[in-house]
């Protein structure tokens, strides 16, 4: 994929993320119990034992939205700086994206001030380990990819 096509991605993603801050907090309630209400039926049917509860899915949102968000940075940045650069460069690289993204979070719960909504400590440090979750894995993928790539 394109440079462009990753920059773009990752537009989208922080416009949804952010997107989502500014929704009003009804609106967000109602949103989380109807995804509640799907995923919940999608564990009854897969007999998997879990009560899902509205805190757990707007957990899970903060987490998934900001693992997305490592995962475009990640592949955005990595590809290049996996390959033929020194240990040091490489380290700088891979804490571009956690630090991009801790910035993004910091600002969605900000940004949640304003909407009545409040904002969480708590959520900032679960975007921050979706975040470092997706990065990992765009490392772990460009590690592949550069493997393949010498074979």
Known sequence: MKKRTFLILLILVVAFIWGHSLIPLTSSAEESLSVMRILQKALDVLHIPITLTDHIVRKLAHF?????????????????????????????CALIPVAVGFMIGFLDETIQLF??????????????????????????????????KRE
């Open 64 to 92: 998934t939205e900001h693992a997305v968000l490592g995962l475009v940075m990640g592949l955005y940045i990595y590809p290049k700086s996996v390959a033929d650069i020194s240990r040091r460069r490489r380290l700088i």
């Open 115 to 148: 909407t009545g909504r409040g904002a969480s400590i708590t959520d900032v440090w679960i975007d921050f380990a979706g975040v470092v979750t997706g990065a990992g894995a765009a490392f772990v993928i460009a590690l592949l990819m550069t493997r393949k």
